[in-house]
């Protein structure tokens, strides 16, 4: 059988990334994640996209899309689960701390605990569902590290709780397994890579600043993972899970990059 050789026209870096900032433009309706999706668009991606025909909106999803698994790619070979991010001293601890989420502080779901129990399910040995008192029970550690929000600001807080790695090794959760996925009680979901899911930073926090976790910042439970952006870190967390299977996440399905991280 002949080799059918493809001949792919020149294309103009300029004239790519124009057409995908009109894509972006009318489906973005926030301006943080519209300049967060838009910056993503480097000559690194046009490269990869000189090889396909960007003619109309689906061929630029498709593009993209690929630009953000392959960013994924190099961020996960990139990491190293051994670097610790900076931690700081109390004096730096960013008072009030902001709020974030994709709703009003007023909004914040009420989680009763009296009634809470930590689901767990997947690829685990221990699957019985796990109260705060139990949590609260394990070994404790704290840090003073940096959250860092995509739209550009960033605020330090001292968060404690226990060392997700424990917690993992504690359910008998295969460790070689790819993902760590989250459902949480305000209809937020994540996933996260195991190689960070058992970094020594990764805590299933279950205070912020000395007290029990506030509503506003999570509780009953937040993953808190300095070294991934503000987005990456679930809050108000009822149900985790391991997988091989991609979870993907609440902005990850709508664009944003998946790994997230350093």
């Given at each position: 059988?002949g080799i059918?050789k493809?001949?792919?026209?020149?294309?103009?870096?300029?004239?790519?990334?124009?057409e995908?900032?009109?894509?972006?433009?009318?489906?973005?309706?926030?301006?943080?994640?519209?300049a967060?999706?838009?910056?993503?668009l480097t000559l690194?991606?046009?490269?990869?996209?000189?090889?396909?025909s960007?003619?109309?909106e689906?061929?630029?999803?498709?593009?993209?899309a690929?630009i953000?698994?392959?960013?994924?790619?190099v961020?996960?070979w990139?990491?190293?689960?051994?670097?610790?991010?900076?931690?700081?001293p109390?004096s730096?601890i960013?008072?009030p701390?902001?709020?974030?989420a994709?709703?009003?502080?007023?909004?914040?779901?009420?989680?009763e605990?009296?009634?809470?129990?930590?689901?767990?399910?997947g690829l685990?040995?221990?699957r019985?569902?796990?109260r705060?008192?139990?949590?609260?029970?394990?070994?404790?550690?704290?840090q003073?590290?940096r959250?860092i929000?995509?739209?550009?600001w960033?605020a330090?807080?001292?968060?404690?709780?226990?060392?997700f790695?424990?917690f993992?090794k504690?359910v008998?959760a295969?460790l070689?397994a790819?993902?760590v996925g989250?459902?949480?009680a305000?209809d937020?979901?994540?996933?996260?890579?195991m190689?960070?899911?058992?970094?020594?930073?990764t805590?299933?926090?279950?205070?912020?600043?000395?007290?029990?976790l506030?509503?506003e910042?999570?509780?009953?439970?937040?993953?808190?993972?300095?070294t991934?952006?503000?987005?990456?870190?679930?809050?108000?967390?009822?149900?985790?899970f391991?997988?091989?299977?991609?979870?993907?996440?609440?902005?990850e399905d709508q664009?944003?990059?998946?790994?997230?991280g350093?």
């Amino acid at each position: 059988m002949g080799i059918i050789k493809r001949i792919t026209p020149a294309v103009d870096g300029e004239s790519i990334l124009k057409e995908a900032r009109k894509v972006l433009a009318p489906r973005i309706e926030q301006p943080s994640r519209r300049a967060f999706l838009t910056r993503s668009l480097t000559l690194g991606g046009v490269a990869m996209l000189s090889g396909c025909s960007i003619t109309d909106e689906a061929h630029v999803e498709k593009a993209l899309a690929s630009i953000s698994r392959f960013n994924d790619r190099v961020q996960g070979w990139l990491f190293d689960p051994n670097a610790l991010a900076p931690t700081y001293p109390e004096s730096m601890i960013t008072r009030p701390f902001p709020f974030n989420a994709f709703y009003e502080k007023e909004k914040a779901p009420v989680v009763e605990e009296a009634g809470f129990a930590l689901e767990v399910s997947g690829l685990v040995a221990d699957r019985h569902s796990w109260r705060l008192e139990e949590l609260r029970a394990m070994p404790q550690t704290d840090q003073i590290t940096r959250h860092i929000c995509v739209e550009g600001w960033s605020a330090i807080g001292r968060w404690g709780g226990v060392r997700f790695s424990d917690f993992l090794k504690r359910v008998g959760a295969d460790l070689s397994a790819k993902y760590v996925g989250f459902k949480c009680a305000d209809d937020y979901y994540t996933s996260i890579d195991m190689p960070t899911a058992l970094h020594p930073q990764t805590l299933l926090t279950l205070t912020f600043d000395g007290q029990v976790l506030p509503r506003e910042y999570g509780f009953p439970m937040k993953l808190r993972m300095p070294t991934k952006l503000g987005y990456k870190n679930p809050k108000h967390i009822q149900a985790m899970f391991v997988t091989n299977r991609y979870p993907g996440g609440y902005w990850e399905d709508q664009g944003y990059n998946w790994f997230g991280g350093s």
